[in-house]
Every structure is written in C-alpha cells, then in structure tokens.
C-alpha cells in the first residue's frame, strides 16, 4: 500500500514539473501569476533558490525551488539522449558523446553544488579553475566542464534560461563546428527569450543579429547564418507557430454551418499563450460564435484579453461583433434592444470603431426613451432626436477620412433611419387618431430647437436689439438678465435661428466650465463647449483643433491665439461668445485663486475685434463683487422679463402647430392672470389641464372631440401646478434676504409697505415679485406659494 502511496505520489510530482515546464514555454502569464501567489517578489527568471531563508515559511516556495532544480539538471540530459540518435540518423555524422557528457556531468554537479550558498559557488569556481588548470587548452573537455560547472549556477537564470541553455549547449558541444549545433543553441537561447514577456521581440532580433555576426566570425558563414536563422526564428516562435497555423485552419474549415462556438475552447491562445506572429480567422470565429452563444465569446475575449498577448484579436473582434450586430437590427425593439446588449463593450471601445459606435448606443437610448412615452405624440416627438443625430453621423462618414468606418457604418445609418422613419410616418397617425389631447407642452428645462421646434414664442425685441448691438461700429458688451426659468437658456439657443448668418453665436455653459478646479481645465471645457456649439450651428462650422500642448503650457494665450485662428479661418463673420449662468466665473476665480478667467475676457474685449460678448445670468452686475466692474466695461443690460400677453396667448393657443383649441376663452384669461406671462408656469399650468383633459377623457367624464379646459379647471389644478412648481418656487423663496421676506409676509396678513420699506420694494419689484407699489405680488401663482408656505409654518 506503501509502494502505490510513494509511486502514485512519484508521478503526481513528475507531472507537476512537466505542467511547469509546459507552462514556461506556452503559458507564461499563467505561470507569473502562479508565482506570484508562491511569493510576491518571485519572477520566473528568478533563481528560488536566493530565497532559501525563507524555504522554512514558505513550503510552496520550496516545492517549486527543488522542481526547478530537477527540470534545470535532468532535462537537458533528456534532451541529449533524445536529440542524439536523431541526429547521428539524418546526418550521418557520429555525435560527440564525450563533450557532451562532459558538459552534462559537470552541469549537473554544478546543479547540486549550487543548491548550497554562496560559499558553494565558490568552491565552483575553484573547481572548475582546477579543471582548466590539469586538463590542456586543446582539450575542450575542460572548456566545457568549465562552462556546464560555471554558467547557471553563478549567476543563477532561473529555469527559463536554466532549461534552455542546458539543452542548447548539451546538443551543441556533441555537434560542434556543425550548422546543427549552431540550429541547437539558436533555437534554445531564441526560445529563453521568446518565453520571456518582458524581452520585445525588437530586443530578440536585434541579440541576434548581433550574435550572428559574431557566430560568422568565430565560426564560420554556415555557423553564423544558421545560428542567426534559427534565433530569429525562436524568438518569433515560428516553431510552434507553424502547427498552430494549421491547427486554426482545420477549426476554421470544419466548424462551418453554426458550430463556431464549438471552436472557442480549441483555439490556439488556450495553448498558447505568447504568440507572436498573426493567426487568421480567429476573429472571424468569435464573431460568429458570438450570434450562437454571447456568454461564450465574451468569455473568450475576456481570456484573450486577460490572459495572452492576443488584445488586438480581441479588439477586432469587439469592433466585428459590434458591427456585426448593429447590422442585424432589422426592427425597432432591435434598435431599441441593442444598447443593452452591446452594454459589455469597454468604453471608450477599440478604435476600429471610432468615435461612431458610442454614438448608435446613444441613438438606442433615446430610441428607449421614446417607445417609453406616455403618449403617441410624444413618442413621435422623441424619435425626432435620434433621426437628428443619424443624419448628423450620415453626414460625418461622408466627409471622414477612415473608409473602414465609413463602410462599414454607413449601410447601417441607412437602414436604421429607415426603421426609423417609418416608425414616425405611423406614430404619427396613431397620434392623429388618437383620443386623447397631445401632450406638447414643456415644463422645466430649457428648450431646444432640435426638439422643441416652434415652442418658444416672442422674445422678437431680445432678438432684434442683440443683433442691431453685435453689428454696432463698437458694440458694448451684452448683458441678458432676468428671474429664473424665463426663457434665458431658451433664448441663447434659438438665438442662431433668429438673428443674421453674419453673427455666429457660440453658447457656452459657464456652470459646466466651473467644475473645472484648474485654468487648465477650464480654457480646455471653454474650448470645448465652443467647438461643440460651432457643430450645432443650423449652418455647422468646424473650427480649428485648438493646441492641447499649448493649451496645457499656458491656457488663456492659448485660447487668444486659437481665436485669431477662428477669425482667420472665417473672416467674414462675427462671433457672439454667450456666457450662459456667467456669475459662476466668480466660483473659477475662487477655485483657481486667480482672476486670469476676467483678464482673459478683457483682453478680448480689447484686441479681438470680431468678438462680441454676451453675459446671461439671473443677476445684475450691481449684485456681484466689486471687482467684476473692472472687467466688464461698456455694459447693455437687456432685461428678460414675462411675455407679452399676445406671446402667452400663441403659447397657450398655439403651442405647436395644428394643435386642437381645448381652452374656453375665460381659460385662457385666467391662464394669463394667474401666471402674469411667466413662460414656465404658463408652460406648467396648461401641461396640468391637458393631463387633467386626458384623465377626464379615459374615465368618459369628457368627451374627446369637444372636451375643453374651463376657468373652472384652471383652479381646480393650481394645488398640483404648486406641487410640480415646488422646486421653482422654493429657490425664489430661499434667494431672498429675511427683510425681503418678511416684508412678503407682511403682504400676505394685508398690511401696506412704509417709506422704511422703501429699498425692499425696490428690490422685489426688480427681481418682479412685487408690483412697482409694493403693496401685490405680480404672479398671482407666487403669492399662494407664499400663503400655503406661511400656513404650513
């Protein structure tokens, strides 16, 4: 029982050695890992044998030291007796079996020597000094018991070179002066450092033709030229590459017909983990096995990526099975669908897929969101964004220098703005047949003409002063003020849409600049947003690549010189440069310690002629620190006030076009008055009564084809409208100073302001909470806001 112990244990240990050897030449990164969890400091070219003190601790560390041990001193004897015979057999020539021997005893003695310290290898020293000293210099036995003692066990390789350099030099001195010894310890030395993942190949060539030249000089052309032929070729691993190639073929070949996945678990990196040269086909099959089974190629890609060499075959199988997928959205759930599955796809993703491909999972999204509306109509209206940003894309590869993306992508933007389209066509004929009221109205974030459309009303006198100002003689610096949620934000963005192609607003978004903690940071956002802003334009312009090196030496000169560029590249326009929220600039200023934000807009004002500046924000500059009166001089306030009654009426009426009338006249009357024409709770209010309509309608309270809001309605709503309104109304209450608000209380209880009060009703009448007298609220929706907040307390 004892013998079948000790013999079962035996082979369990000689297979441990040969999967260490097999992992050395074909699963290096498997092997690094291994051996960092024996010790973290443990290399393969290490020798474990600098770590005996801590062989006591550690009894893996010592297992693995004595199993290089036996591969560094059998091996290479194994290797001999085996290439031996097979040499002397094609050859024809005898083998010199006594240097070789030489060298094998005195490797091996060498071996056992070193196992000891330090003193032990310089007893090798000695010893094999005593060799050359007995034995004569024509003898090469001494040179050779010299090098099989000296080599390895002094400087220690560790068992990559041990393994490789036994056997290179074993097989070569029974052969030497022959090109098949030369082949020997090319093919060994090559693949030592072919093994190694931390050698380039560059490195490998290169040791080789230099030892080639050297070979040729010592041993003659055949000597050199086989040496050098045969390193090249181990360090390109074309020895294993060769089999390999045939072996990817075969599965390529046999695995037609929807059997790919059965591929995945042979392909050669489950072998092989460092090859060098190109396999073809592999990509083509995970592509192909991903449609068969998705949890199987990933997991491949993950290996390759992982845990070989082979992270371009994964990423040209990433870009092929993305490419490969969108093509296959033949419906709108695949459009709809394809986000999430392509989910797993790094981001950013490998540059065979360019820039475009985020963009499609993009389009998906709002795909998503639009099949996820409540209503026909809207959905009908939200697919209007991703049909945008196809045709944007269309026209990007037209224009784009990659043909592969081109290509490839270009067949698939057709077919999705098809899919697409059609799905349009019929939203919006159900939406016509539709019973319910189209839900058109917009009630918190600003509107954008992309989707919006012809929501936005009036602001005609805004539009016309700002471009009658920008094409001045010395056009002042703008500055559009206003209370929050007036249309600002609004009006910068369909501002383009509304003034002369002379004028090129770019609108940047100050409150984004300022999360940046560096000038650095914010000279690139700034720069940024503009570029993007130039892209958005009805009539896109592309401005130049602003210097990211210039750019991060010194930001704002930087910025001045990239705009003398823009002003170049199109000299006969105007730029409108619109600081939308531009009281953050103080939080810039504050961050970076540093006012080179304002300076740099000083400059500007001074020297860029064909720069105009606008300034949007909720506040006037009396309101801000006094240093912002250094900056910006010349100032025209523009005041963005509540509609015109007119306005508020075509918004109510009209708000896109073809719209139904489901208001009653003295609706609309009660619209105005409650709201005063402010655009957002005017835009709030009627969302409500179309919600409250439809409500109506779904339970037949109404009938659809006459169902219209009445004064009635108006006020049975108001309680929700101040609900959803909360935000807005509470950040009007919380910006105001305790005077301010008490002197709203003091309204609210019925009592008239006195002279005291006199620059509180100044103030509130300006910020349009209060009529000019002080004695109302102007919103009618602001003062029960007021009232309901002063009951709760």
């Known amino acids: 029982m004892s013998n079948n112990s000790a013999k079962s244990g035996f082979w369990a240990y000689v297979a441990e050695c040969g999967r260490l050897l097999y992992w050395i030449y074909f699963k290096p990164f498997t092997f690094e890992n291994w051996l960092r969890d024996i010790h973290p400091g443990l290399k393969p070219k290490d020798n474990p044998f600098d770590k005996r003190a801590e062989f006591l601790t550690n009894p893996q560390l010592r297992r693995y030291a004595r199993q290089v041990w036996w591969l560094t001193a059998i ?87 041990g393994v490789a350099i036994g056997v290179g030099l074993g097989v070569w001195l029974g ?187 993009d389009i998906s999204q709002d795909v998503r969101a639009s099949q996820e509306a409540t209503s026909p109509y809207r959905q009908y209206e939200l697919l209007n964004t991703p049909i945008s940003a196809l045709q944007e894309i269309s026209q990007s590869l037209a224009f784009g220098k990659n043909t592969f993306i081109a290509t490839n992508f270009g067949s698939i933007v057709q077919r999705w703005l098809t899919i697409l389209e059609t799905a349009r066509r019929t939203l919006e004929e159900t939406a016509k047949q539709s019973q319910e009221i189209r839900q058109v109205y917009i009630a918190g974030n600003s509107l954008d003409p992309a989707t919006a459309k012809d929501r936005f009303k009036g602001r005609i006198d805004i539009f016309r002063e700002i471009e009658t100002l920008a094409v001045s003689e010395s056009p002042p610096i703008l500055l559009l003020y206003g209370g929050r949620r007036t249309g600002k934000t609004s009006a910068l963005k369909y501002l383009p849409h509304r003034i002369g192609a002379n004028i090129v607003p770019l609108l940047v978004d100050v409150q984004g600049a300022a999360s940046a903690t560096t000038l650095k940071g914010f000279a690139e956002n700034l720069a940024r947003q503009m570029s993007e802003a130039a892209r958005q334009l009805p009539r896109k312009l592309s401005l130049p690549q602003i210097k990211a090196s210039k750019l991060a030496e010194d930001p704002f000169p930087a910025l001045q010189t990239w705009l003398t560029e823009i002003e170049g590249k199109y000299s006969n326009k105007q730029f409108l440069l619109c600081f939308d929220e531009y009281e953050r600039l103080s939080e810039v200023v504050k961050a970076t310690n540093s006012r080179a934000p304002l300076n740099f807009i000083r400059n500007l004002l001074q020297h860029q002629k064909k720069w105009i500046l606008l300034f949007s924000g909720s506040h006037q500059l009396s309101e801000l620190d006094d240093y912002w009166s250094d900056y910006l001089i010349n100032t025209r306030a523009l005041q963005m006030s509540f509609l015109q009654k007119s306005e508020a009426r075509e918004l109510i009426l009209q708000p896109v076009e073809d719209f139904p009338n489901i208001y009653e006249l003295t609706a609309v009357d009660a619209i105005i008055k409650l709201t005063h024409c402010q655009p957002y709770l005017v835009q709030l209010v009627c969302y409500e009564l179309v919600e409250l309509l439809n409500r109506d309608i779904r339970r037949n309270q109404r009938q659809a084809n006459t169902a219209q809001a009445t004064a009635q309605d108006v006020q049975t709503i108001i309680p929700t409208v101040l609900e959803r309104g909360d935000q807005y109304f509470r950040e009007l209450w919380t910006s105001l100073e305790d005077s301010d608000r008490n002197l709203l209380r003091r309204v609210i209880q019925g009592e008239t302001p006195t002279q005291q009060d006199k620059g509180v009703v100044r103030k509130l009448a300006r910020k349009e909470i209060l009529t000019q007298e002080g004695n109302a609220f102007q919103v009618p929706l602001v003062q029960r806001f007021v009232e309901q907040l002063l009951e709760d307390e």
């Open 175 to 361: 052969v030497v002066g022959s090109w098949a010894g030369a082949v020997a310890i090319g093919v060994a030395g090559s693949l030592a450092v072919g093994v190694s993942v931390s050698v380039s190949m560059v490195i490998g060539v290169v040791v080789a033709l230099e030892v080639a030249v050297v070979s040729t000089l010592a041993g003659g052309l055949a000597f050199g030229l086989a040496f050098g032929l045969s390193w090249i070729l181990g360090v390109l691993r074309v020895y294993f590459w060769l089999p390999e190639l045939l072996w990817t073929l075969m599965l390529f070949l046999s695995s037609a017909n929807g059997k790919r996945v059965n591929c995945l678990r042979y392909l050669p990196p489950r072998f092989d983990e460092l090859i060098i040269l190109p396999l073809p086909f592999m990509e083509q099959i995970i592509v192909e096995a991903y449609q068969e089974n998705p949890a199987a190629a990933r997991e491949t890609i993950n290996y390759l990526t992982s845990s070989t060499n082979q992270q371009k075959v994964a990423a040209r199988a990433i870009a092929g099975i993305a490419i490969d997928s969108l093509n296959r959205c033949q419906r709108l759930s695949d459009i709809v669908d394809i986000a999430k599955q392509l989910a797993w796809i790094p981001s950013p993703p490998p540059k065979e897929l360019g820039t475009v491909f985020p963009q499609f999972l």
């Open 75 to 161: 091996v290479p004897i194994l290797a001999v007796l085996l290439v031996a015979p097979i040499y002397t057999l094609t050859s024809g020539e005898s083998f010199n079996w006594f240097r070789s021997c030489a060298f094998l005893a005195g490797w091996f003695l060498g071996k056992v020597l070193d196992r000891g310290d330090n003193k032990n290898r310089v007893v090798i020293l000695l010893i094999a000094a005593l060799f050359n000293i007995i034995l004569p210099a024509q003898f090469l036995s001494g040179l050779t018991v010299f090098v099989g003692l000296g080599i390895l066990s002094i400087v220690g390789v560790g068992v990559v070179g």
